[in-house]
């Protein structure tokens, strides 16, 4: 029987809940209901007085994961959708991200944001976050692209001291699938080879990982022999991994579907044109969603994000410079 990635983030949390006794469940819907996208089904009554229902209020969520945390809980907070938190982003990065600075305290909180696009989802439901969050000192900020690492790196989140920021993609929820949850097993901040190449390297975390599969699977038929390297998490960024492989290809494409003005993928292009310029032998290029809000028509939508054709373009642009 096969797992999913949303089942796998279940799991997690079952497991924590069933481990440690700091840990406890906060958000919208998230009881009786098993929250919008079924993250919680069944966790009320297996665990009853450690998952709560929470006002419509991500401000006050975070508010009280915070003060839980200070007082030595391990809160897991649910936002209903990742585009929500922006509410709470004061409590986020003003608060939990500079409090073990200001007062030597830690703040072990870890916040599970639904994030990027499914059809139909619009400008208010589809939005990739991880960029904005990763800019802040203090937050960790994972982007898991494998049954495996939704589970593991959901069990390590809780686990750190520092407030996580846990992007789990709602795409993949029910069409990512694997045997079981038990996968190769990397620490947080190593990033991952999921395909080997010779020609050109392509960074990408989350959903973008399978497209950029996808993409060298076409360009194979061509000859071309693309590297595909999953970052894992964007706070750290295993940067050393990157370098490694654009050493061996010399061509580099960072991939991600967040908008793209500044972010994760500028951030790659950066640090390797800055500590990997002479490994290159083209100049590193990025490919990201359209800068528009997200569309509602799934026709739009394929158009806005990074898809195997599209990243095919970008790299046969890079493959002929």
Request: proline share 7%; glycine share 8%; with cysteine.
């Amino acid at each position: 029987m096969s797992v999913t990635y949303i089942d796998a983030i279940r799991e997690a949390q079952a497991t924590l809940l069933r481990e440690d006794p700091r840990v406890f469940l906060y958000g919208q819907d998230i009881g009786r209901f098993g929250g919008a996208f079924k993250a919680t089904k069944g966790l009320l009554e297996e665990f009853p007085g450690r998952v709560f229902d929470s006002p419509i209020s991500e401000d006050a969520m975070i508010g009280l994961a915070v003060g839980s945390a200070i007082e030595g809980l391990r809160p897991i907070v649910e936002m209903q959708f990742a585009d929500f938190s922006s509410v709470a982003f004061n409590q986020i990065v003003n608060q939990a991200a500079t409090h073990y600075y200001r007062t030597g305290i830690p703040v072990p909180i870890t916040v599970r944001l639904p994030s990027g696009g499914t059809a139909g989802s619009g400008p208010f439901h589809s939005q990739s976050m991880e960029g904005i969050y990763a800019q802040y000192p203090g937050l960790i900020v994972l982007t898991p692209a494998s049954v495996s690492d939704a589970y593991h790196m959901l069990i390590d989140a809780v686990a750190f001291d520092d407030p996580v920021i846990y992007c789990e993609h709602k795409f993949l929820y029910r069409w990512l699938k694997a045997e079981s949850i038990n996968g190769d097993r990397l620490p947080i901040g190593q990033a991952r080879i999921v395909r080997t190449g010779k020609h050109a390297t392509v960074v990408a975390y989350s959903a973008m990982v399978h497209e950029a599969v996808r993409a060298a699977d076409s360009l194979l038929k061509d000859g071309w022999e693309i590297e595909v390297v999953d970052l894992r998490s964007v706070k750290p960024l295993d940067i050393d991994t990157v370098l490694a492989s654009v050493a061996r290809t010399g061509r580099l494409l960072a991939v991600g579907e967040a908008f793209p003005w500044g972010g994760v993928t500028a951030e790659v292009v950066s640090r390797v044109a800055d500590e990997g310029f002479h490994l290159l032998d083209a100049p590193p290029l990025r490919h990201n969603s359209r800068d528009t809000p997200v569309p509602y028509h799934p026709k739009l939508w394929a158009a806005h994000r990074p898809t195997p054709e599209s990243i095919c373009q970008s790299l046969r642009k890079l493959l002929t410079f």
